[in-house]
């Protein structure tokens, strides 16, 4: 059969747009509220993404950065956002088209979603796996246990 209708398109759309909406909910409250913390993982080759070249050599492919507590500057556009976070010390300017973005979690209330980025379906993941910007990548079947990093 022929979808005529593009459910594969719509539903990344609608997911891209709960994303893009997160991120406006963290600017507008002057923070992410409560216990909310978000991992976004990025293609950092992707058309449009804007980082400092020394970013792309440690992460010539894909990136998680973490919004939760030091964060500044953030801008949240139809298509984009735009952050600066600090790496090594050092405040670095980011904008991320939303269609970059390969994974975004929010381990604090077990959500994530997985977005495909080579034309298969996108899908929802479900318990989130959670990374950080400056470990290595587990391999893919390795689920993390959030837990162990939630606060006491």
């Given at each position: 059969m022929t979808d005529y209708i593009g459910y594969e398109a719509l539903t990344q759309a609608a997911m891209r747009g709960v994303v893009r909406e997160a991120l406006r909910r963290a600017k507008t409250n002057g923070g992410v509220?409560?216990?909310h913390h978000f991992y976004i993982s990025f293609r950092t080759r992707a058309p449009g993404v804007k980082i400092a070249d020394h970013l792309i050599q440690r992460f010539p492919e894909e990136m998680t950065i973490v919004v939760q507590h030091q964060y500044w500057d953030l801008e949240v556009h139809e298509g984009h956002f735009e952050i600066v976070l600090k790496f090594s010390g050092v405040p670095q300017h980011l904008s991320i088209p939303l269609a970059?973005?390969?994974?975004?979690?929010?381990p604090s209330?077990?959500?994530?979603l997985t977005f495909e980025t080579r034309g298969?379906?996108?899908g929802v993941i479900?318990?989130?796996k959670e990374a950080?910007?400056?470990a290595p990548k587990p391999p893919a079947e390795t689920v993390v246990n959030l837990d162990a990093y939630r606060r006491k």
């Open positions: 509220p409560g216990d970059a973005i390969t994974r975004f979690v929010d209330v077990n959500f994530g298969r379906d996108a479900a318990p989130a950080v910007e400056e």
